[in-house]
């Protein structure tokens, strides 16, 4: 897992040299790849050290067709010719150097392909999109590829859209890569840029003073980016592969363990061999081979077992991993030098303690020199206890945010709230005509429109405010006056849209109360703000509106993010997702009869739908499945733990039981008995919890950190407490057999040779 996550675009031919450009945010610090069509362009002609760029814009969600077929796809693209030059995939059909040479052309993923043509070769066929175009299929990429960070459905020509934007300075509707020269500055060239964009960005009014520019390394995107905000996905990598090393580490300790109190068993044995002539080196030898043996075994069934389980890891980790001899040679040799540590920890200690001890000794049990070792189990135990108690932490802190985050309110009703786009159907003209209908059912409370859907999709957008110098950046959403009843936005001064008022359309704002707070104002009804509009002469300008209402702050993104200043407008012509809030006793009647009402209108396009429940959920899928593998790799941590406690255990009852039968003797009591033989373990088990307890809680605050809103855990102080008791009461339940051994014995039994 981890060798495919750093293996992430190292397979681009041109990898090394390939960057992507990013708009930096001096006031905010947000680093953004969002940029213009011209900029990549313009670079290639004015910098020689550039060779070449290519650029990847999105492409909607549109109603795929050939012939009686008929199916809404998403995940397409479009880009440059260049962009299989720049980024090596593997074709089954097709040429990659000319795939994206004309307007029109269309490169399909095999399941894309196979989903509509089967398993024949589809190259030089045509798909009908949005019953308005026809895309000549010109390649098919290969289903088995090498991970990189692109990923798509398909890709279409970048001159496919004939539209201004590609043309605009402003609109930054697009991702840029450029490949440089292999001797080039990089530095250099991100110096070169500031001057760059003052020379060719158009005068809005807004300044670009405070902006920067950077060239990430394609090969770095996948783990280390951190654009918009975004945790990047070492942390996550860190943490997956931290917990595995973890797990090995306190099973090659409990391996250890369990060898080290085993060979007890075997000290007449070795007295035996020792009084016949057996040499040091000779049983050395012995305990090593015999060690050796033993885990080159169990490596030979890691390797049938990871063919085994690799499939449920895979839905684990949510990512695709694939294992053979010939591609993983590094990890076959690292494995195999664990196995090899392995075996000379687990048979050399012993080997070397025993064979240095008198044979009368060895057949006497006498194990003076033995004991003196027992700092090295302690140790190798407390280690487990360390580890254990951590991962207890962490699952349960893990567990809280995320819990946290499921019933924090977001300002908003999620619940039973359906999303239908609306997209290219025939519905999408009379689309307030369509909701009138389906506010007219009894399963049905209210529906909203929108452009933009929650937790993305809002847009960017500077707006000029009574007061302000400079403009200010925000997020825009376009909405009708019905949006913030069914979502139940709750004003906190001012009012709604209004339908019965013709200057709410173009000229009314509702923004929230952080953008009130960013600006300094005490109430922001009534204040004056400006959108910037293209005026009739095609020159920059700025439309004036007012604002008519304040809602209270709602979590429009992601709780990673902090709520940014927001502005709402009123322009219905920038809607075309519906927000269906539904009875929540009569969901399915409800969906039924939105389906229903759509197959009265729409007779030629599918009905899709959505919940934003479900949108939401989904924003966390990597925090759950964190959740999910700390808490597997947690349980196997402490069962591990409780078999290397169990053995040290047995080693200590072994070597205690004369000490015992003497004490019984002298007229000790089953109390002073088992105090004496526990209280060493529970030594070891509150060192443990000293040392893991803050070394777990800074870690974990350093995840907190990526999330905007988190559990404050100092309002959790009771979770590790809880750890160190959940984790005793394992330690007891674990050497409890040992103990009622150890009051059980005989002293007659053991002292009648003494």
Request: proline share 3%; glycine share 6%; net charge negative.
């Amino acid at each position: 897992y981890v060798d495919r996550q750093f293996a992430y675009d190292k397979h681009h031919t041109n990898s090394e040299h390939t960057y992507r450009l990013l708009l930096v945010n001096g006031e905010t610090g947000i680093r953004s790849e969002s940029t213009a069509g011209p900029w990549a362009p313009t670079m290639k002609e004015e910098f020689p050290e550039v060779e070449d760029f290519a650029r990847i814009g999105g492409f909607p969600t549109s109603v795929f067709q050939y012939e009686d077929q008929q199916f809404y796809e998403s995940g397409g693209m479009v880009a440059d010719s260049s962009f299989f030059n720049l980024f090596s995939y593997k074709f089954k059909w097709g040429d990659s150097e000319t795939a994206l040479d004309e307007p029109l052309n269309i490169v399909l993923t095999e399941e894309l392909a196979i989903k509509y043509f089967g398993n024949k070769n589809p190259v030089g066929q045509y798909l009908e999109v949005n019953s308005q175009q026809s895309y000549k299929i010109t390649g098919v990429v290969a289903a088995e590829q090498n991970p990189g960070h692109i990923l798509f459905n398909f890709v279409a020509s970048f001159d496919s859209q004939q539209d201004d934007i590609r043309h605009d300075w402003i609109i930054q509707n697009y991702i840029s890569y450029i490949k440089v020269s292999d001797n080039a500055d990089v530095a250099l060239l991100e110096q070169k840029l500031v001057d760059f964009f003052k020379r060719h960005t158009p005068d809005t009014g807004v300044s670009i003073d405070h902006r920067s520019y950077e060239f990430e390394p394609v090969e770095d995107i996948y783990l280390y980016s951190s654009i918009n905000g975004r945790v990047p996905n070492i942390r996550r990598v860190a943490i997956f592969a931290i917990l595995g090393l973890l797990t090995l580490i306190i099973a090659l300790m409990n391996y250890v363990n369990l060898v080290t109190a085993r060979s007890t068993q075997r000290l007449k044995e070795v007295g035996v061999r020792k009084a016949i002539g057996a040499r040091k080196n000779q049983l050395v030898f012995q305990f090593l081979a015999e060690s050796f043996f033993f885990c080159l075994t169990v490596f030979i069934l890691s390797l049938v077992s990871i063919q085994l389980f690799l499939p449920y890891y895979e839905r684990l980790v949510g990512d695709t991993l694939t294992f053979s001899f010939a591609e993983n040679i590094s990890l076959l040799l690292v494995l195999f030098g664990v196995t090899i540590v392995a075996s000379i920890l687990s048979g050399f200690y012993p080997a070397v303690v025993l064979s240095a001890i008198r044979p009368i000794n060895l057949m006497n049990n006498r194990l003076r020199g033995f004991g003196r070792a027992n700092v090295f189990r302690y140790g190798l135990t407390g280690v487990q206890f360390i580890i254990s108690i951590a991962l207890i932490i962490a699952i349960a802190l893990i567990n809280l945010q995320l819990d946290y985050i499921n019933e924090k309110d977001l300002g908003f009703e999620k619940e039973a709230v359906m999303i239908v786009p609306l997209r290219n159907t025939s519905i999408f003209p009379n689309r307030e005509s369509f909701a009138e209908r389906l506010e007219a059912s009894p399963y049905i409370n209210s529906v909203g429109m929108s452009g933009h859907a929650l937790g993305g999709g809002d847009w960017g957008m500077p707006f000029r405010y009574e007061g302000g110098s400079e403009p200010l950046s925000t997020r825009f959403m376009a909405v009708d006056a019905e949006y913030a009843n069914t979502l139940k936005l709750e004003f906190v001064s001012g009012r709604n849209f209004s339908e019965q008022l013709a200057t709410d359309v173009d000229n009314s704002y509702i923004v929230n109360e952080t953008f009130v707070r960013t600006v300094g104002w005490l109430d922001g009804a009534g204040k004056g703000i400006e959108m910037p509009t293209r005026n009739a002469d095609g020159s920059n300008g700025w439309a004036p509106g007012t604002i008519v209402g304040v809602v209270k702050d709602f979590n429009f993104h992601n709780l990673r993010n902090e709520i940014r200043p927001l502005v709402i407008s009123n322009r219905l012509r920038w809607t075309n997702i519906l927000f269906i809030k539904l009875d929540v006793s009569h969901i399915t009647e409800g969906v039924a009869a939105v389906e229903g009402m759509w197959a009265e209108i729409e007779n030629d396009l599918p009905f899709s739908y959505y919940f934003l429940e479900d949108r939401i959920n989904r924003f966390y899928e990597q925090e759950n499945r964190l959740s999910t593998t700390a808490t597997i790799y947690g349980i196997i941590a402490i069962l591990l733990a409780c078999f290397g406690l169990f053995s040290l255990a047995t080693f200590m009852a072994e070597q205690k039981m004369k000490e015992v039968s003497i004490r019984k003797v002298l007229g000790a009591s089953v109390q002073q008995i088992f105090v004496m033989f526990s209280s060493s373990f529970f030594k070891i088990l509150i060192l443990s919890a000293i040392v893991a307890i803050p070394i777990t809680l800074y870690m974990l605050n350093s995840w907190l950190d990526s999330f905007a809103y988190k559990i404050e855990l100092s309002e959790h102080t009771l979770v590790p407490l809880l750890a160190v008791l959940a984790t005793i009461i394992i330690a007891l339940i674990t050497i409890l057999y040992q103990c009622i051994r150890l009051i059980k014995v005989n002293p007659v039994q053991l002292l009648k040779s003494e």
